[in-house]
Structure formats: C-alpha cells, structure tokens
C-alpha cells in the first residue's frame, strides 16, 4: 500500500513562498500549521502499523486534518 504524503509542502507546492512567509509573520497559521502537523503524524503513525486506531478514530483524525487544512488554504487565497 502506498501512504500518500499529507505535509502542507506536499498539499500546496505552489504556494511554497507564501507557506514561508506566514510561517514566519502569523502566529494563527504557527497554531493551525502545528495543529495540522500534529493530526497528520497521529495519522501517519497509524497508516504505518506503528499505533493501531479504530476505523472511527482515524475517520476523525482525517477529519479533523481536513477541516485543518481548508482554514490554511483559506489563509494561502487570502
């Protein structure tokens, strides 16, 4: 099985500067982006057989990197 990669350099290589830029100008998207990074290791340990997860929590895992990740594209459009 092949674990696609959910990083935000991944998830958004056209914003590559701006990823940058907030990291170093906007504490919210320091918070969000730590969260994200958070959720998707948590997932990542999982996928990988490392911890084992029922398939409810990783549907709220994912979930919860979604809605993560649709407040830092939100910041990226803005």
Same mark, same amino acid.
């Given at each position: 099985?092949t674990? *696609? =990669?959910? /990083?935000?350099?991944?998830e #958004?290589?056209? &914003?590559? /500067? %701006?990823? &940058?830029? $907030?990291? =170093? *100008?906007?504490?919210? #998207?320091? &918070?969000?982006?730590?969260? !994200? ?5 948590q997932?990542? =340990? !999982? *996928?990988?057989?490392?911890?084992a997860a029922s /398939? *409810?929590?990783?549907e709220? $895992?994912? %979930?919860?990197? =979604?809605? $993560?990740?649709?407040?830092?594209a ?5």
């Amino acid at each position: 099985m092949t674990i *696609e =990669l959910h /990083d935000l350099a991944h998830e #958004f290589p056209e &914003h590559k /500067d %701006k990823l &940058h830029t $907030l990291k =170093l *100008e906007n504490a919210h #998207f320091v &918070h969000l982006k730590s969260q !994200y990074d958070d959720v998707n290791h948590q997932i990542r =340990l !999982y *996928e990988n057989g490392v911890n084992a997860a029922s /398939d *409810e929590h990783m549907e709220t $895992l994912k %979930k919860q990197r =979604l809605h $993560l990740k649709d407040q830092i594209a939100a910041m990226l459009a803005a």
